[in-house]
């Protein structure tokens, strides 16, 4: 497997969407095009989240990530947990993938010995460590998430500390979402680090609707504007060496 | 670690419950839960190794990697690091596969609770004993990452610190996979979680923070500024707050280096207190010495006043 780039979409959130296309839906068009949608749903600790579960859970299903429910507390350990576990559910999807072509069609990681499932474990590990990983946060800022938003920048910079621990390159960017005008907002575009986005979050408006399947649906396209930019990025290069 | 809402496979035996395992067809007979964590249940089984730890993960490739650490474990040279590895295997049920392994069981004293009893003059020493195994594991490339006293029990006499859970164990240079935010040099703003070996000796400055009063602080506005002046006027930890804040800062690029700072700072302590205790036995004695003074003096009062009595008004 040559070193590609990992793509994510990492959705917080509290509960149900109310508006606009079916998440579940947005999130089986990103699995579509490689792009696995975690989802972390966060509840205070006197909350409880019925109905918000479900779709929690089928937004991941369907977006070939993983989801969690957590306290607002936990949710620093538990952003970096899910990210990594996505990272690591991905790559053996990929040499289950492989396996199955060298081995057969039913042969899957699980079903070698635990020998050589210890050695393939270990590219596994390899490739999680050096891979590129690219991840758009999606974070819900309608009116009952208002009170959580300084935890949720508290474990967006413990996710970059976490990441940028690592031997491969990251890139973040992150969307709010109800936008003031349109359904999300743009709060950072593609950067290596997460930093200093306090300020952003305190000028957030808290809506009251929840649309879900159109922020997902923006968040998609900033991967696609950014495959461009790399595009055009590669392709200026040759030029240059020409010009000199 | 962290407690998930979120339904989690939790595997529950009764005891006496056979296991069989698929590819080596070894046989354990449950005997009891020992501990149920995030990453997965031990249970305590007979077997053909005698008494061991079976340990279950909640997933397939957690098992895995955490056996290949263990088998890492067992290439370091001299005294084990870890609990040994005795088997690696499936057990089939309905549901599915499950992936186990078996290792040592290794019966002690949680840490906290062995320092509770035996006093705090031991976490220095534990501590001591914990830097000189780091130093094996960092000379052999890797960095044990979760160290926390939950994964460390002491054994003995003559009382030993063993490690008990070894999966966090990351190749050097790699980042840091597991961890518990109490220890961990991220959740405080000291630094990255890279694995090196000043990453765990952070953890080990915690340990020593954790022991003495038995409770974990929150971290407050200001961590780093709070937990040094916690370190600096805590009656316990003020004596050693030198090494413990180097260690912090990942002041000391070795365990080694750590360990020779905290021996000395011990027996500098140690000779200090000697000292202080002679101070007080000298100054009890001046103190005896003022009291006879005093008594003479009220004595020698007493006796003039009364040949002054006698010579007036007798004589």
Known sequence: MKKGRLKQILLITDGCSNQGEDPSAIAALAKEQGIAVNVIGVVSEDQTMDGGIQEVEDIALAGGGISQIVHTKQLSQTVQMVTRQAMTQTIQGVINQELQQILGDSESMD?????????????????????????????????????KLPTVHEALLDLSISLNSRMGSNQFCLYAFPGKRKPIDKLLSWTPKIDSISHVFSKLASGGITPTGPALKEALKSFD???RRDLAAYDGAPIEEAND | MTEHLSKKQTIK??????????WHQKQ??????????????????HSEYGRVALKFGFDNAGVTSEVNVLNKFSKVQGEPLGPSLYDVDDWVTKKGAYAFYAMEYINGTPLLDCIRVRGFEWAAIFVLQLLKDLGRLHEAGWVFGDLKPDNLVVTGPPLKIRWLDVGGTTQMGRSIKEYTEFFDRGYWGFGTRKAEPSYDLFAVAMIFVNAAEGRRMEKGQDPEKNLIRYIQSHRKLAPYADVITQALYGK????????????KKINETQSEAKRITKNQVTKRKSKKKAEW?????LVSIILLAYTLYVALFIM
């Open chain 2, 293 to 297: 003074k005093g008594t003479f003096l």
């Open chain 1, 111 to 147: 079903d070698l010995p635990p020998e050589k499932r210890g050695q393939v474990m270990e590219v596994v590990d390899e490739l999680g460590e050096t891979v590129n990983l690219e991840v758009c946060i999606l974070v819900d800022t309608s009116a009952s998430m208002e009170k």
């Open chain 2, 28 to 45: 354990y007979q449950i005997i009891k839960p020992l501990g149920y964590g995030a990453r997965g249940t031990v249970f305590l089984a």
């Open chain 2, 13 to 22: 035996f009764t005891p006496g419950t056979i296991i069989v395992g698929k």
């Open chain 1, 225 to 227: 504007k950014r495959s």
């Open chain 2, 252 to 263: 000391f690029s070795t365990a080694e280096q750590m360990r020779k700072a905290l021996l």
